[in-house]
Nanobody
Framework: VQLQASRGGLVQAGGSLRLSCVAS????????MGWYRQAPGKQREFVAV???????NYADFAKGRFTISYDNAKNTVYLQMNTLEPEDTAVYYC????????WGQGTLVTVSS
């Protein structure tokens, strides 16, 4: 499985940004796709997940601001991030779960105050 995330970017506080991640290769074994992030000097943390059977799950900081969705036809998971805060500045990683876990390359999101 290969995961290719879209480019992140620079956004002002209060703004929005949408990330996408396309899965390719042997994707039949994927059970879920989602996102993690790693801020400078911090450990990587869970953001959101979209299981194949539905029932999304979010980290507390993401609830109400971030929305994860999945386009089955495009094998793409999206992360819509609204009301961004400087604390959301991080490298965001796409992840897939299944027979084994795979990670995307990471994409930098910078939120300026």
């Amino acid at each position: 499985v290969q995961l290719q995330a879209s480019r992140g970017g620079l956004v002002q506080a209060g703004g929005s940004l949408r990330l996408s991640c396309v899965a390719s290769g042997t994707i039949s074994g994927i059970d879920a796709m989602g996102w993690y992030r790693q801020a400078p000097g911090k450990q990587r943390e869970f953001v959101a997940v979209f299981p194949n059977g539905g029932g999304t799950n979010y980290a507390d900081f993401a609830k109400g601001r971030f929305t994860i969705s999945y386009d089955n036809a495009k094998n793409t998971v999206y992360l819509q991030m609204n009301t961004l805060e400087p604390e959301d500045t991080a490298v965001y990683y796409c992840k897939s779960w299944g027979t084994r876990a795979y990670w995307g390359q990471g994409t930098l999101v910078t939120v300026s105050s």
